[in-house]
């Protein structure tokens, strides 16, 4: 399996991407090899490849794109950047997985001019994941690709969440939560209204109903559905949860699993391809999780599962 | 002053509505009675009022509008419920405050048909409060009485809790954040977008732009402008926090002030009158707390300050 890292992507980058992929090859299987992609004379001043015994390449990529560029102008136009060149890459089918804590928007941009979306799908989203009080993870979708979306948008992040937890998170017939203000069926706005409707009718997924903001860390539901506004809103208030806890110095196992690097990076869902975006403030752990994590999405194929899945 | 508390609002009613009133009252200064409204049968069966010398009275309310009853079939058929009895005694000015832990569709719907909005006033709010790292509270509104929302109407949120953070909280120039899913001029929703261009233009709040999920509880903002729905989330996903830490019998001063029960209950700003809606689930505590607030509301006299501020 070849794994593709943007190690020029995210705040920190290119040292805490090199670390955190020396670390994670150390974990890895033989068979799994990191690409490296940034300009290759700065990357080949830090890390001496040789060591790695062929495990760990560099590509070169002459530039970057900043964290705060425009993403579609900046993706068109640096087409010898670090994600350019990664996209380039997955969709020549040279490597099996591609993961950047850089621009996510840019990010975007590229899978949607590249690889594309599964044809089918209204809209690809970007999924997260919150820790449960049970142990394991739920996932969420969307939280910050799609601001605005229609009910059937909803349906399908349902549908995309239930395939990505059944074949990836391995959770059988994963329970599906609608987010709302309230649990009853007419509660909310015109959107999760219409999106319950829609979901009742749905014969593909596990649907239980509406969920709560109080429900966003137990196991009511496996695949919490909203928009990208409120997932993107819902993901930062628990991140700043676990940065509130860590100053007071307090710590608990389950509060741990509220620490972004646990998790590493969110995968892209619906596009023809494995996409892993990582926190733009990415340390070298979560840069190495985010590794271990392409690799789980990479094994899976679930984006030729989703493909299938809308083929029929 | 004379408080209204609705007796037979909330999960536990009458007997913790009675509990939090007995408490109240003995660290209230005698000039503020409780109205306690409710079947009096019942009542004075709960309660001695002739041990508190007349600063605890009952009124009488045959009726209860159910916490699952739909708001405005229930309001307009209950007119002897206690919440269509607290409405008549707020609105007759027989009371200064009213407040409530029952339904809250209901409240909501009384303060419409009887106080009703200032004139000016699109949409009232519920406000509510988040604890801050720097030992205060911010406003954060809307919660729930709105899950959809015109942009203006949210700059009119971030004008009344602005107002309320004044006159009430007695925080000068109060900070106002319009919250969205980054921080950039350009990001979010249509709404947030027209929303972030209405407030730009506005000279009646200091403006500071967009926040995000993760600025909830720090002092970026004073003032949190957001629709029914996304306050409604951030809201709940703030009080499981709290519950997730007392399971784990994690302590401490700060995440201690996540729990509702220590602010009590939410105003409506933008009605004719002072009101408060508890949790549905409140406790002795947590009535307590509402009748406290109940009083800090109605001596800033912020419904008329909110009244003075649109006839201008």
């Known amino acids: 399996m070849r794994i593709a890292l943007d190690a020029m992507g995210g705040d920190f980058a290119p040292d805490v991407n090199i670390e955190g992929a020396i670390s994670a090859i150390n974990e890895l299987p033989e068979e799994v090899s990191l690409h490296l992609i940034g300009p290759s004379d700065l990357l080949q001043s830090r890390i001496n490849t040789s060591e790695f015994g062929g495990r760990i390449k560099i590509i070169h990529a002459e530039d970057v794109i900043g964290m705060g560029e425009h993403p579609t102008k900046a993706f068109s136009q640096k087409q010898k950047s670090s994600i350019a060149i990664g996209y380039a890459l997955l969709k020549a089918k040279e490597v099996d997985v591609f993961c950047s804590a850089g621009n996510t928007g840019a990010m975007l941009v590229g899978a949607m001019f590249t690889i594309r979306a599964v044809e089918g799908i209204i809209r690809p989203a970007i999924a997260s994941f919150v820790?449960?009080?049970?142990?394991?993870?739920?996932?969420?979708?969307?939280?910050?690709?799609?601001?605005?979306?229609?009910?059937?948008?909803?349906?399908?992040?349902?549908?995309?969440?239930?395939?990505?937890?059944?074949?990836?998170?391995?959770?059988?017939?994963?329970?599906?939560?609608?987010?709302?203000?309230?649990?009853?069926?007419?509660?909310?706005?015109?959107?999760?209204?219409?999106?319950?409707?829609?979901f009742r009718l749905n014969n593909k997924v596990n649907f239980i109903g509406n969920i709560e903001g109080k429900d966003v860390f137990n196991d009511k539901a496996d695949v919490i559905v909203c928009d990208g506004f409120v997932g993107n809103v819902i993901l930062k208030q628990a991140e700043s949860i676990y940065d509130l806890l860590k100053e007071r110095n307090i710590s608990d196992p389950f509060f741990e699993r509220f620490n972004y690097e646990s998790v590493g990076g969110s995968p892209i869902l619906g596009v023809n391809g494995n996409i892993i975006i990582g926190h733009g403030v990415s340390s070298a752990l979560a840069i190495k999780n985010m590794i271990h994590q392409a690799k789980k999405m990479a094994e899976s194929e679930i984006h030729t599962i989703i493909k299938k899945a809308y083929d029929e």
Chains 1, 2 share one sequence.
């Open 131 to 198: 820790p449960r009080e049970n142990g394991d993870y739920g996932i969420i979708l969307d939280v910050g690709a799609n601001a605005e979306v229609k009910p059937d948008v909803l349906v399908q992040f349902g549908e995309l969440g239930s395939l990505y937890a059944r074949h990836v998170m391995k959770i059988e017939n994963p329970k599906v939560g609608l987010m709302n203000l309230g649990e009853e069926e007419q509660k909310g706005t015109l959107l999760t209204q219409a999106a319950y409707q829609l």
